[in-house]
């Protein structure tokens, strides 16, 4: 992390079934406790959320 390279990346990082609720951008996140939290934002941001992933994997958890 203190190096600048990006060591792992998710192509489709969106799940598919919260894109369908309309969920389109995630925002900003944050390294906490093992899991990597990340600002999940919808069209017209009317229900933003947090959604979490493993930061070894990138996997949702």
């Not at 060591?7 to 389109?24: F, I, V």
């Not at 906490?32 to 947090?50: M, T």
Request: net charge positive; charged share 20%.
């Amino acid at each position: 992390m203190q190096s600048g390279k990006i060591l792992q990346r998710h192509e489709m990082c969106l799940p598919k079934a919260l894109m369908r609720k309309g969920y389109s951008h995630l925002g900003d996140g944050c390294l906490y406790a093992g899991k990597l939290y990340i600002a999940l934002e919808d069209f017209g941001f009317r229900h933003p959320g947090v959604i979490t992933y493993d930061p070894q994997t990138l996997e949702l958890s």
